[in-house]
């Protein structure tokens, strides 16, 4: 079975802070997302990437970075953590189809 | 740029009632999939439809795959509780089956009992 998972379930964060969601695959999928969920707004993809070290902007980058340095992890990162930023944060990663991390829950005051 | 629309947002059945959802794309889509995310969990993969007027049946489920590739749809037949969650569409643009999916925002559905 394939399995994502995220590094947190739930996380609670300081305004400004920097904020590092990581993501791990074991199935040797090229292809990583990073997506926010918020009600009625759906998923929203932030980056994905499609092999190491390569990355790209999805629909709602502003505020948010990301590093795949090895096929397996792909890391989200908030440089400067802000209160519009608390959300429920997606993983995926695909072959054929996406196969979904838990998910974290990141609250920021 | 690609979009996907889908409607309803919400929908509430009896339990036994038919639901169905719409998704329509902007441009043509290379192929159309379907995911179900039940209450606190995250989407889970239900199908895929590649063809020109694709059908598919899972046991209530039906999906469809319109003929110009640029909507889809989701039935189900007699919903039962456990059919209650919110049920997304998300396709490739055409000529393309790597890289991203276009999602729509999702039909949250809720049975009662």
């Known amino acids: 079975d394939v399995k994502v998972t995220q590094s947190s379930r739930y996380l609670v964060k300081r305004t400004g802070e920097k904020v590092f969601l990581e993501c791990v695959q074991d199935m040797d999928h090229e292809n990583m997302f990073w997506y926010r969920q918020d009600p009625g707004l759906g998923l929203r993809l932030i980056y994905f990437?499609?092999?190491?070290?390569?990355?790209e902007k999805g629909d709602i980058p502003e505020g948010y970075s990301v590093s795949r340095e090895k096929k397996e992890r792909f890391s989200l990162i908030l440089e400067s953590a802000s209160t519009n930023q608390t959300s429920m944060y997606l993983c995926a990663s695909r072959s054929y189809e996406q196969y979904f991390g838990p998910g974290t829950r990141l609250t920021v005051t | 740029g690609q979009q996907v629309m889908q409607i309803p947002q919400y929908q509430h059945v009896q339990e036994g009632e038919d639901f169905t959802t719409y998704c329509n794309s902007s441009t043509t889509l290379s192929n159309i999939q379907w995911y179900k995310q039940r209450p606190g969990g995250h989407p889970v993969f239900l199908i895929q439809l590649v063809k020109s007027g694709e059908v598919k049946k899972q046991k209530r489920l039906t999906f469809q795959f319109g003929e110009a590739k640029k909507n889809s749809s989701l039935h189900i037949t007699a919903t039962q509780t456990t059919d209650v969650g919110t049920y997304f569409c998300?396709?490739?643009?055409?000529?393309?089956?790597?890289?991203?999916?276009?999602f729509g925002r999702g039909t949250q559905l809720t049975v009662w009992p």
């Open positions: 990437s499609y092999d190491v070290k390569m990355k």
């Open positions: 998300a396709g490739h643009d055409r000529g393309s089956t790597l890289g991203r999916l276009y």
